[in-house]
């Protein structure tokens, strides 16, 4: 157990719905960042917040947003889905920006999407 | 921004045979490399890492190279076994300051018994 806790595990949905998922870190860890992978695909890095503030963006859609709560929390939204948005999406965390000192991001269980 | 190549995508082997999955990388300010192994249907978990005033690290049957002037690093296994089956990720940043990790493509390693 890393200590990373994402719900919903799987969601199905149609197109153009829109979704939350939603990442608790680990006890401490500042740092939340969220990945998207797709079928054969690797790790695509999405969107980091670091104690409430967004610190960097990568491949993030429009139509997609997420921000990180006072408690530390943090909430992916998805927009106006398309079939291509289904995937497995991964929040992870880590003490402080870029990994911290470790360099090590403990990755939740990750949050199932399938758009129909 | 950081760039991480990894190959080959896919790599099957016998049952004791050795594994070598091999990744370059973009920014020679990267120092922190990190490998994580996903099994099927699991979240990707650190197996091993190198930090780049190491050149290589082992634990057990896995080991880490690490070659900063050509930047690149290997991750490597022996005796390997069929539970050693999954997705292996590379990746690349700079520990301590706010690159965000950059993963390789990924390996999958088949192992047969």
């Known amino acids: 157990d890393s200590g990373v806790t994402q719900t919903p595990k799987h969601l199905i949905t149609a197109t153009g719905q829109r979704v939350t998922l939603r990442c608790s870190p680990r006890?401490?860890?500042?740092?939340v960042y969220w990945y998207q992978q797709s079928l054969d695909q690797g790790l695509q890095f999405l969107i980091q917040y670091y104690n409430g503030e967004e610190r960097a963006k990568g491949n993030i859609l429009e139509r997609f947003s997420a921000q990180q709560f006072p408690d530390l929390h943090s909430e992916l939204n998805l927009s106006s889905l398309e079939l291509g948005d289904s995937a497995l999406y991964f929040c992870?965390?880590?003490?402080?920006?870029?990994?911290?000192?470790?360099?090590?991001?403990?990755f939740g269980e990750g949050s199932r999407l399938t758009v129909l | 921004g950081e760039n991480v190549e990894q190959h080959p995508s896919t790599l099957s082997v016998q049952e004791g045979d050795s594994a070598v999955i091999k990744c370059t990388y973009s920014d020679s300010a990267s120092n922190y490399f990190p490998w994580y192994k996903q099994e099927l249907g699991k979240r990707p978990q650190l197996i091993i890492d190198i930090r780049s005033n190491v050149g290589e690290k082992k634990d057990q049957r896995i080991a880490v190279t690490l070659n900063k002037t050509a930047k690149h690093f290997s991750l490597h296994i022996t005796e390997t076994q069929p539970e050693d089956s999954a997705v292996y990720f590379c990746a690349a940043s700079l520990a301590g300051g706010s690159y965000i990790p950059t993963f390789g493509r990924g390996t999958s390693l088949i192992v047969h018994p």
């Open positions: 992870a965390s880590s003490v402080a920006e870029g990994g911290g000192a470790s360099g090590e991001l403990f």
């Open positions: 006890s401490g860890d500042l740092s």
